[in-house]
């Protein structure tokens, strides 16, 4: 199964910690998003990335988060000094190009500050 | 005002109806529309995308874009308990991010 792969699925953070959210993007996909889902709310846009570049990050926290996808390995995003509030489920989509729209989710990694 | 708007339902219907979920947007730059089917504790799963206005078909699932009103919609045929699930509707003008709605869980009962 060549599908998005994100690990670990649970995360549990003491407050004041960091929080690393691994994503590893379908076969032949050079495109990843980020995405934050909260309890009853809706998928957020947080962030867009290709290779080595970040395209978009208009949904993205000023503080406490970043994000990169270097040229080799998983796309990462980094959560410094987690608080409560950051306890949610983030979940990373590819998609193959610029100018394609489907995007394809994987299973997401669930963030429980403690 | 959110640009996606979606009924959170639960829509519970019987096995075999046909069911329809429903989304307004507010966003006029918004050219591609898709929509999302989201098990329990699972990521979103890719049903299907449109482009602009029309129809598009595809096994028991339609998805209608209206622009005029900013209105789409999704239509599943003979229902089946497999269906139950939350259903996501979305919008993009610029090939980057997704803006969704938050979501109509659908319940099929037997």
């Known amino acids: 199964n060549a599908g998005v792969m994100q690990n670990p699925r649970h995360l549990v953070r003491r407050r004041g910690q960091e929080a690393r959210l691994r994503c590893s993007p379908m076969k032949g996909h050079s495109h990843v998003y980020w995405y934050r889902q909260l309890p009853e709310e809706g998928l957020k846009f947080m962030v867009y990335l290709q290779k080595e570049n970040i395209i978009d990050e208009s949904g993205m926290p000023k503080e406490r988060f970043s994000a990169e996808f270097p040229k080799e390995g998983p796309s990462i995003l980094r959560i410094q000094q987690v608080v409560r509030g950051d306890s949610a489920a983030y979940f990373c989509a590819s998609s193959f190009g610029r100018g394609t729209y489907e995007q394809y989710f994987g299973p997401g990694t669930r963030l429980t500050v403690t | ?110």
């Open chain 2, 1 to 110: 005002q959110k640009e996606v708007e979606q009924d959170p339902g639960p829509l519970s219907v019987p096995e075999g109806a046909i069911v329809s979920l429903n989304c307004t947007y507010s966003n006029s730059a918004f050219q591609y529309f898709m929509w999302y089917r989201q098990y329990s504790r699972k990521g979103p799963e890719l049903l299907m995308y449109t482009y602009s206005s029309g129809n598009k078909e595809d096994g028991r699932f339609t998805a209608q874009v209206d622009k005029s009103s900013k209105y789409i919609s999704l239509f599943i045929r003979d229902s089946q308990p497999s269906d139950s699930a939350t259903y996501l509707c979305a919008g993009t003008g610029t090939a980057s991010k997704l803006t969704f709605g938050t979501g109509t869980r659908l319940q099929v009962t037997l």
